[in-house]
Nanobody
Framework: QSQVVESGGSSVQPGGSLRLSCAVT????????IGWFRQAPGKEREGVSC????????SYADSVKGRFTISRDNAKNTAYLQMNSLKPEDTGVYYC??????????????????WGQGTQVTVSS
């Protein structure tokens, strides 16, 4: 059974760090680009960062550039999102999703399927 499971969300103070993980089962990760998305209360889901199937290309939303780093380990069927210098506006549910492609797709919700259930990140003092 194919499954995408996010973990690592927590409550942190502004300036803190978290590392989210996206564990993939039932897929061959080397065939899929992976994206991280987030949804804040009352807002639409937005793309945060995406990485190509081989990990050689990535993209970031302007709001997280220089603070977040996406990576993946296909041997472990896992992708990661390292989040540093967290701000209150980073608060939301973070989702991981897949797209079967060797290219790096535009990091928007409509380009991805096979979504996980999300993990909550709260940044507050």
């Amino acid at each position: 059974q194919s499954q995408v499971v996010e973990s690592g969300g927590s409550s942190v103070q502004p300036g803190g760090s978290l590392r989210l993980s996206c564990a993939v089962t039932g897929f061959t990760p080397a065939y899929y680009a992976i994206g991280w998305f987030r949804q804040a209360p009352g807002k639409e889901r937005e793309g945060v960062s995406c990485i190509s199937s081989g990990g050689d290309s990535s993209s970031y939303a302007d709001s997280v550039k220089g603070r977040f780093t996406i990576s993946r380990d296909n041997a472990k069927n896992t992708a990661y999102l390292q989040m540093n210098s967290l701000k209150p506006e980073d608060t939301g549910v973070y989702y991981c999703a897949l797209r079967r492609t060797f290219a790096l797709p535009q990091c928007v919700v409509m380009n991805f399927g096979s979504w996980g259930q999300g993990t909550q990140v709260t940044v507050s003092s």
